[in-house]
């Protein structure tokens, strides 16, 4: 990784570290791994990610410190991200650290369930079992989103109205665990459409 995008991301763990205590950001117990755990993990999911977005633009939902929203930003300047958050004190954090950074392809804005078909990321927001429910309100037919896990299984149920594009699991560095990535496609069936 070239030095600047480097030195962007550290200064984005600095801002990280001051605001931790004040808005819950992260962890209290990976703030010491947050390298493997939080970096690394958006960096690699990022790069994943990149390969499938259609159009130009894409959504982070629940972004809390930003992860991975900020990070692809920082990555990927050419496309517009659009970083999702409810949590007023968080919200803060990422106008500070957008505007401190200098990132310009990005917004902040309150989460509202907009069907779209940018391509939607949420690293942490939704749990795997209620994810499916979770997503319908944001997506059109054709929308693309990104499941996301730790270990080595993948914990989302089957759901037949997302169709999977690609999967791939890796291992984070200082054992720091393995994690998996797939990308989806939505295709609601007609009841499905009709009941809307």
Known sequence: MEG????????????LLKWNDHAGLISPHTVRNALAVHYYDSIHLSRFVNRYVVGSSLRDIGSGGGFPGIVYAILFPEHRIRLYERNKKKRSFLAKAVAELGIENCSIEVMD?????DLLMSRATFGAEKFFDSVDPFLLPGARTVLSWGGGNKTYPHNPEFQSLAVEQYELPFDAGRRGVEIVEYHPSVDAMRDR
Not at 4 to 15: G, N, S, T, V
Not at 113 to 117: G, Y
Request: hydrophobic share 40%; no cysteine.
């Open 113 to 117: 369930a907009v069907r779209e078909t």
């Open 4 to 15: 600047p995008l480097w030195e962007k991301l550290e200064k984005h763990f600095e801002l």
